[in-house]
């Protein structure tokens, strides 16, 4: 969502070359959030474009017929809030071979994906709430991503932690010590007025100890 619209492709190569390890589309419907972002054939026409994995991130009512639209995403993301059967469609996702990621809104507690967290193979904690780039980081994210991480270990120890909103170094920082793994960059840490999305992104991943 935050890319150069007019050159998607352009962007694609140059954070790819910088040391991307995937790219997440926000996939929204106007509905389960007011904005309206990326469709199906927006990923589908970039997916020639990169090896590297493709997560669709769906903040959509009633996810479960956005499915088959994002077959070409290999990690597909659902908002817990927004399905009546989340182990039902945890299991159809994983049917299709896809890893099943499960985004949680700011304000829904760790302790709700407890009897879900053995059906699914990542978490992705929103630090903002969803829907619009630039926004502040709410700061009880820390401490969540800290109790979700106990429940993991306690649950299923193989489940991943990523996070997504105003991730800059600072807030990467601290929420790799608490236990996240993942971290959705994006006006906060690459595409920033300053430095170029190809430095930033390697001084992102520097700083957190990833190597590029």
């Known amino acids: 969502m ?28 106007g509905h389960f959030v007011p904005n309206i972002t990326l469709g199906q054939d927006i990923l589908n026409s970039l997916r020639p474009v990169s090896k590297l994995p493709f997560e669709a991130h769906l903040m959509v009512e009633n996810p479960e017929g956005f499915i088959d639209k994002f077959s070409s995403a290999d990690i597909i993301i659902f908002h817990l809030e927004a399905t009546k059967a989340p182990i039902r469609l945890a299991r159809n996702i994983k049917s299709l071979r896809k890893i099943v990621s499960v985004a949680i809104n700011p304000i829904t507690p760790p302790e709700a994906l407890t009897l879900l967290l053995p059906e699914i193979d990542e978490v ?41 909103g105003a991730i800059s170094i600072d807030t990467g920082k601290r929420l790799r010590e608490v236990g996240a793994e993942i971290f959705i960059g994006g006006t906060s840490g690459i595409f920033m007025s300053k430095g170029t999305i190809e430095d930033n992104l390697k001084r992102l991943k520097e700083m957190l100890s990833f190597s590029s």
């Open 2 to 29: 935050c890319m150069n619209f007019r050159n998607l492709e352009e962007d694609f190569r140059r954070l790819e070359s910088a040391g991307a390890d995937r790219f997440h589309f926000d996939i929204m419907d």
């Open 124 to 164: 992705l904690v929103m630090t903002v709430e969803p829907g619009f780039a630039g926004q502040g980081f709410i700061e009880q994210s820390i401490k969540k991503v800290e109790k979700l991480k106990s429940l993991i270990d306690k649950e299923n120890p193989l489940v991943r932690i990523a996070v997504d």
